[in-house]
């Protein structure tokens, strides 16, 4: 049964970068048949896409944080990363890290279809 | 402001049948069949009952059906059980830069 779990630092302080990683077990980053995704969610609000990444490096970000964020993938340890830098308060969320499928020939990402259990991260000085 | 638009709430009793609406444009919804719908119970991390407009992951009860008209996606409860008082959300693939778009969640109160 296909696992992910969020990990990392649960405060960073304004202007720092936030660093997550999701581990995954009963599956692997490696799959060719999906891409795998990072989605936030701020205490009280809905769901936010942050971007999402293909074993070969191939990566989806959401434009409105594309010039904060890095995502990136270790095979060899069946994980993937998130970094967002410049952090603010409004960075404030629970983050998810999640399986996200797409349509093979043409690129276009489509269901999360298994999601870790999420980590607040804060950010306060 | 979320790019897809949903009802902040809804309610009914048990047994009864409820609907959310989703709203998008042509770019998301309207165009292309990869609308998928997830379920949140406080606390807990989403998921996914609807995908591909109505499909089914394999566990997720029958009483949950999506649909599509025009730019608007439905999700649909059949025989509502006090368990499935959550929050929902849309999402739908997206022809412009950003690619995935979530609706602003409803609210789902079973009375």
């Known amino acids: 049964q296909l696992q992910l779990q969020e990990s990392g630092p649960g405060l960073v302080k304004p202007s720092e970068t936030l660093s997550l990683t999701c581990t995954v077990s009963?599956?692997?980053?490696?799959?060719?048949?999906?891409?795998w995704g990072w989605i936030r969610q701020p205490p009280g609000k809905g769901l936010e896409w942050i971007g999402s990444i293909y074993y070969s490096g191939s990566i989806y970000y959401n434009p409105s944080l594309k010039s904060r964020v890095s995502i990136s993938v270790d095979r060899s340890k069946n994980q993937f990363s998130l970094r967002l830098s410049s952090v603010t308060a409004a960075d404030t969320a629970v983050y998810y890290c999640?399986?996200?499928?797409?349509?093979?020939?043409?690129?276009?990402?489509?269901?999360?279809?298994?999601w870790g259990q999420g980590t607040l991260v804060a950010v306060s000085s | 402001q979320s790019a897809l638009t949903q009802p902040a709430s809804v309610s009914g009793s048990p047994g009864q049948s409820i609907t959310i609406s989703c709203t998008g444009t042509?770019?998301?919804?309207?165009?292309?069949?990869?609308v998928s719908w997830y379920q949140q119970h406080p606390g807990k991390a989403p998921k996914l009952m609807i995908y591909d407009v109505n499909k089914r992951p394999s566990g997720v009860s029958n009483r949950f059906s999506g649909s599509k008209s025009a730019n608007t996606a439905s999700l649909s409860i059949s025989g509502l059980q006090a368990e499935d008082e959550a929050d929902y959300y849309c999402s739908s693939y997206t022809s412009s830069s950003t690619h995935v778009v979530f609706g602003g969640g409803t609210t789902l109160t079973v009375l």
């Open positions: 042509s770019n998301d919804v309207g165009g292309y069949n990869y």
């Open positions: 999640a399986r996200h499928s797409f349509v093979g020939r043409l690129g276009y990402l489509k269901s999360f279809d298994s």
């Open positions: 009963g599956g692997s980053v490696s799959s060719t048949n999906y891409y």
